[in-house]
């Protein structure tokens, strides 16, 4: 496990690869530029488990070294290491983004192991908080069939878009999209296949649409709606076109989409925007019906 320790004093430097050496090993940079070099050089998966920095560099001290790791965005725990027992130095450190802070006096080295055991597990759990905080919020905003967003995150997203329309200028289009025939499908070859349809449908959408511009959401049972920032009607068009041509392509019985289309009004409500892209849907059915 490799442990990254920024120090100046080459005796002190010694000292703590010799206290370390059984479990870790320990690459040593002399000051807080060449340990940011050497982290910045390194893939996401070559990064040590976790830093030690002295207060005590040349060039800038411990505090703006940390200062510095953090607001760079690499993911490792920090360990604070100085001659000065100043407790507002500790301080200042951990509000930068240290984990703990240990002072060089004593029987600081042998400590030091257990206080990075400590550190590594407090590092861990973090993580793991954040991870399980991300897939909470995944699950709120995904369809648990489709993996599209729901519904929910659908009128969030088009009341963002909406806004940010109006500031910009910028043209926003929305895309309705129905099933035909989804009814008589699922009647006949059973729900489980039923649901394959509709996972297969949204594997099209996500295909045909933009990755991170558009939005492709699952609107309920076998609606769909794709959000199209930066999109005027005709384009949408374009991609409705191409969505409803490649679902007819996979041969899923006599299913086909029907798409309503809208283009947004700076006058328009949310709830009026979507309206304009129902009708428009609800006249092609009838029209192909």
């Known amino acids: 496990m490799r442990i990254l320790l920024i120090e100046n004093n080459p005796d002190h430097a010694e000292l703590v690869e010799s206290a370390l050496k059984a479990d870790f090993q ?78 060089k006096t004593g029987n600081y080295l042998t400590v030091l192991p257990v206080v990075i055991e400590s550190t590594l597990e407090r590092h861990k759990a973090a993580r793991e908080k954040v991870r399980l905080e991300e897939d909470l919020k995944r699950l709120s905003i995904t369809d648990d069939l489709t ?10 997203r088009l009341e963002e878009e909406t806004v940010r329309t109006k500031r910009y200028g910028n043209p926003l289009s929305l895309v309705l999209l129905d099933l035909d025939h989804f009814k008589k499908y699922n009647d006949t070859h059973g729900h489980l296949e039923g649901d394959n349809a509709l996972k297969k449908v949204a594997e099209v959408i996500v295909q045909n649409t933009r990755n991170r511009v558009d939005f492709a959401c699952r609107y309920g049972g076998d609606e769909f709606a794709v959000i199209l920032p930066g999109t005027d009607k005709g384009r949408a068009r374009i991609t409705a076109e191409r969505i409803k041509k490649a679902v007819r392509d996979m041969g899923l019985g006599n299913i086909t989409v029907s798409a309503g289309i809208a283009e947004y009004d700076n006058h328009e409500t949310v709830e009026e925007f979507t309206e304009s892209a129902d009708k428009m849907l609800y006249k092609e059915k009838r029209e192909r019906s």
Request: glycine share 12%; no cysteine; proline share 5%.
């Open 26 to 103: 320990v690459y040593w940079a002399k000051s807080g530029k060449s340990g940011l070099e050497y982290l910045k050089g390194l893939p996401a998966d070559a990064m040590p488990r976790l830093i030690l920095v002295d207060y005590s560099l040349p060039g800038f001290d411990g505090l703006r070294v940390i200062e510095s790791i953090t607001k760079e965005g690499f993911d490792v725990p920090l360990i604070m290491i100085t001659g000065q027992g100043d407790e507002e130095i500790a301080v200042r450190a951990m509000k930068l983004g240290a984990y703990d802070y240990l002072v």
């Open 147 to 156: 993996g599209l967003f729901n519904r929910r995150y659908f009128y969030n």
